[in-house]
């Protein structure tokens, strides 16, 4: 009788809910229910509709009942840095404000009053993002202090998630660290540097691992699905299922978690918390087993979902990558890690009034915009890769695309071009894998990560890049 386990793989776009199992050999995964996922205004802030989320959390485990395929557990991931706060009743305190939201504005200069920047990235090695936790709760802080004196306890996204099915509260490792709260090299919350910001201690639990047990569902949910299963916790930060997928235990190799964000760096068994590390903004995130993701935060895939929205034709991605082709000739070059692009009411504006002010010529075309963006996020993944080859002193010869991202052919040969790296694209479904991956793992299915890899490897399509299907050369 096959084992079946269930992860719930929630972006800032989507979500969706994902079936795997071992068959000869081989892992499969099939989708069983998707829905989407988008940002509202609420009190003058972006939030996250936390209500509809869980429903349809609670719509994709039913979704296994009528199939007949019982999870043997469940692991839930989403993105990183945004949490909610719960007071003594465990009722939820204000809204579940998002990352993109603009309450982080000067947020950083009110934090390095108390501690400086450099220290910070000493004691964190987390890059710096106005996105990151660490500036919201400041925010609450200094804002709605009331709020911040109500609450017993922290939740990141998934955590709280996890505790609407289940009753228990667990703060999850490789989420936590996307806070900036937790000290790099001890691997724990830094409570003298909580203690420095007036945080309350008592709100941040303590800090459990990939494969460790959440619970059962409560009676109740049990009883709304029809059948009860084990919660496990995955990565729950969506990068660290990622990254446990990717299909190569060659340590000569870089990745990219390709999608809304690119995530592109190494795995490390050590932090690198130098100020040459800091002044060049790369971020030591946890992985699974205590591994550190290295890696640097880039906007991504978001640039182009912007202004696939904001054309009037709806576009297949097939005719954006030919719109692209066709402006090649365009040369402007944008910073795609500049603020103006997190959260802009047009992106098409955007990319215009960011050209403008450098002095640049600014797209008349769809073609243009289209290629201005995709060339400028290919060569910056250049840049990085000669920064982490840099820093770590040491020459890498493949690049892993994983995520939806791999699929974008166009995305995939420009960044060939400019890394001078073979590229190899795939699995798709990254984070789902990954986060399977870790449930299995904890059923001894897989006996560790390397073994877990080279079965991901063979089983599912990993592309090398054509060369010859775009070509960039003067």
Known sequence: MKSYY???????????????WMDNDKLRIEEIYRFENHLKNKNGHLCWDLEKLFNEV??????????????????????????????????????A??????????????????????????????????????????YIKLNQSSILKKAEHFLMIPEYLNYLLTGQIKNEYTNATTTQLVNANKRDWDWKMIDMLGFPKKIFGKLHLPKESVGMFKDNIAKLIGFNSEVVLPATHDTGSAVISVPTNNDQSIYISSGTWSLMGIERLIPDCTEKSRLLNFTNEGGYHYRYRYLKNIMGLWMMQSIRKEFQHKYTYEELFTLAYIGRYFKSIIDVN?????????????????CHRTNQPEPQTQCELLFCIYNSLAKYYGTVVKQIEDITNNSYKSIYVVGGGCQDRFLNRLTAHYTKKNIYAGPIEATA????????????????????????????????????EFSFEN
């Open 58 to 95: 609670l719509t994709g485990i039913k979704k296994c009942g009528e199939l007949n395929r019982i999870p043997k557990s469940i692991g839930i991931d989403t993105w990183g840095v945004d949490f909610i706060l719960l007071d003594k009743n465990k009722s939820m305190l204000g809204d």
């Open 433 to 468: 894998i990954g986060n399977i991956t870790v449930q299995m793992l904890k059923t001894k299915e897989f006996s560790d990560l390397p073994q877990a890899r080279m079965i991901i490897a063979r089983s599912f399509e990993v592309k090398k890049v054509n060369n010859d």
């Open 6 to 20: 269930l992860a719930i793989d929630i972006g800032a776009s989507s979500g969706r809910h994902i079936l795997g």
């Open 338 to 354: 500049d603020t103006s692009f997190l959260a802009p009411e047009s992106m098409i504006k955007a990319v215009s009034n960011y």
């Open 97 to 138: 404000v998002a990352y993109r939201d603009s309450r982080t504005d000067g947020m950083d200069n009110q934090v390095y009053k108390i501690i400086s920047e450099q220290e910070l990235y000493k004691r964190s090695g987390i890059q710096k993002m106005m996105i990151n936790t660490i500036y919201h709760l400041y």
